[in-house]
T-cell receptor, first 112, second 113 residues
Framework: GENVEQHPSTLSVQEGDSAVIKCTYS??????FPWYKQELGKRPQLIID?????GEKKDQRIAVTLNKTAKHFSLHITETQPEDSAVYFC???????????FGSGTRLQVQP | KAGVTQTPRYLIKTRGQQVTLSCSPI?????VSWYQQTPGQGLQFLFE???????NKGNFPGRFSGRQFSNSRSEMNVSTLELGDSALYLC????????????FGPGTRLTVL
């Protein structure tokens, strides 16, 4: 939970393309992995999350995959639209402190 | 259900002053967490309060403190402000303690001159 690495820091795609953001965590006891979206000037909002007992979860155009062996989880956005442009944060529960540790964020820009 | 609210939304202070920020969680949520957001450091965890007790604390100096009231509303205080304290301060509430889904407030943007 104390170390969450997020890549890439910026991502630019053409409208309609897919976008993938990846996070790596260090605490093998972590069991909850949320993704937040923060639009410019707005508050972060949860868009999807996954628990450690499943490998993938989908919600329309967004999906999250979890690889517990490799300790990474990824956000996948398909058929990107300009309104997907935002900063995306992954988070990992610090099981020791029982608090969320956020990744450094990925600024996604979808070019129309 | 009303969302998380924070007051004030904007604040300008000078170095050495102190400031108090307020957060009202979603009704029924008992946990309030505070985060500092800056362009260079992302979202940094400050502390979490649950049932009026500080349960977790991030790596911030003692100038940063907080409290929670019996109605779950929370305040955070920063004393002896420094230029580097300029940031967006976000609070988030959740139903229970710990790392479940958190609902963020709009934030208080603090500028220290």
């Amino acid at each position: 939970g104390e170390n969450v690495e997020q890549h890439p820091s910026t991502l630019s795609v053409q409208e309609g393309d897919s976008a993938v953001i990846k996070c790596t965590y260090s605490d093998s006891a972590s069991n909850y992995f949320p993704w937040y979206k923060q639009e410019l000037g707005k508050r972060p909002q949860l868009i999807i999350d996954i628990r450690s007992n499943v490998g993938e979860k989908k919600d329309q155009r967004i999906a999250v995959t979890l690889n517990k062996t490799a300790k990474h989880f990824s956000l996948h956005i398909t058929e990107t639209q300009p309104e997907d442009s935002a900063v995306y944060f992954c988070a990992d529960p610090d099981t020791g402190r029982r608090a969320l540790t956020f990744g450094s964020g990925t600024r996604l820009q979808v070019q129309p | 259900k009303a969302g998380v609210t924070q007051t004030p939304r904007y604040l300008i202070k000078t170095r050495g002053q102190q400031v108090t920020l307020s957060c009202s969680p979603i009704s029924g949520h008992r946990s309030v967490s505070w985060y500092q957001q800056t362009p260079g450091q992302g979202l940094q965890f400050l502390f979490e309060y649950f049932s009026e007790t500080q349960r977790n604390k991030g790596n911030f100096p003692g100038r940063f403190s907080g409290r929670q009231f019996s109605n779950s509303r929370s305040e955070m205080n920063v004393s002896t402000l420094e230029l580097g304290d300029s940031a967006l301060y976000l609070c988030a509430s959740s139903v229970g303690q710990g790392a479940g889904e958190q609902f963020f407030g709009p934030g208080t943007r603090l500028t220290v001159l």
